[in-house]
């Protein structure tokens, strides 16, 4: 599902603060919703506009992580991998990305849901994969809620502050300095891209054959 920066501007602009925990909340569900692209221009939105605080962007940015996360872990739990696997591929998560999200989870259990905020593929498919392979819930909210309110605050502080500097530059400064944080931000998705592509390979090896449930507390083979 695709929205782009112009259409997230509108809601941004039409719903505040509602439109950035239920963007953040749809992608943690396990929607491939852009709930980071979401945070980044409200915190933009914010630094130009008095009618957002940045404070409130991060702290509905963190409640729609928290929210969603918790009841993608509910989905999971509840529903398991036929949801997963009848669902998945019509947004675009497929047998090997919902591998790689087994592998990742299975071997490293809640820093996945931690430091998976801070990764694409991660942030869709961790709640899901913690409720469907059990995951204990007390465990599952401390690690879920330290990184939803790390993440929102780093990301929002720091396009807030980028945005706050702009303001005070003018012609081919501002320009040059777009620029920059457009090539670092294309560099950065084909790193990601890239790397998931070799951690799928990983995944398939450590994980050969259909797709199982996998036990958090126990490394593959």
Known sequence: ?????????QLIATYGYWAVAGIVALE???????????????????????DLSIVGVIASAAAGAIVGDNVGYWIGREFGYALLLRFGPTVGI???????????????????VFFGRFIAVLRVLA??????NRMPWASFLIANAAGGILWAAAFGWGAYTFGRSL????????IALL??????IVVLLRYVRAHEAELEHKAE???PGPLQ???WKHEPG
């Open 1 to 9: 599902m695709h929205l782009l920066p112009l259409h997230l501007h």
């Open 179 to 184: 620029a920059v944080a457009v090539a670092i």
């Open 167 to 174: 303001l005070h530059v003018h012609g081919r400064l501002a």
């Open 94 to 112: 497929g047998e090997a990305r919902i591998k790689l999200g087994q592998y990742l989870f299975a071997r490293h259990g809640g820093k996945v």
């Open 213 to 215: 449930p996998v036990d």
């Open 205 to 207: 090896q450590a994980l």
């Open 28 to 50: 943690s569900m396990g929607i491939p919703l852009p709930g980071e692209t979401m945070l980044i221009l409200a915190a933009l939105y914010a630094a130009m506009h008095s």
């Open 127 to 132: 709640a899901l994969l913690a409720g469907i």
